[in-house]
């Protein structure tokens, strides 16, 4: 006798200890848009805690070419949140093929102003130097109201695919298609 309930897909169950779990969504393709967003205490591990995020999902969906680049900026800007902001900071990774854009938004609403005393040999103050020569462009805004409460500010950057292609071995996708809107520019 038949069962009187509905037909449903079967989950598979796992083939022993070591076999496969159910399947997970497929891929993103990679010309396809996605976000992600690190929050992160005023703590000093925070920098290298993003900079290890960052790694991670730009290796994920195939944009190795952008890690050194995007790692060194985001490590500077984090860090400078840690360093001046008094409260929490957000990093936040948007893809939108050929572009990648990194900000992070802290509690400070100061905007970084670039050093008139800092030499090569300083310690601090090159941070603005080193988005003009790695970043194809960067921005940054006071924030009235954020996720973090009155006031703070954004600083962003972004780094262009040259060949708006996916990597060879990448992720999945054809690289095609037109760039999304509603990345505004903002003035440095």
Known sequence: MKNAEPEHEQTPEPAGRLGSMI???PLIPFAEPWEYELHFPRDARGPAVARTTLKAVLGAHGLSEFIDRAELLTSELATNAVRYALGPAIVR?????PVLRVS???TC???PAPSAEGGPYEER??????LDLLADDWGGCRLRESVLGVGGKSIWFELVLRHGDPPSGGCAGDGTGPRPSGMPVLAA
Not at 93 to 97: E, H, I, K, P
Not at 125 to 130: K, Q, S, W
């Open 23 to 25: 399947p997970g969504p």
């Open 93 to 97: 990774l948007r893809w939108a093929n």
């Open 104 to 106: 992070v938004t802290d």
């Open 109 to 111: 609403p100061e905007l």
């Open 125 to 130: 103050g090159r941070g603005l130097l080193i």
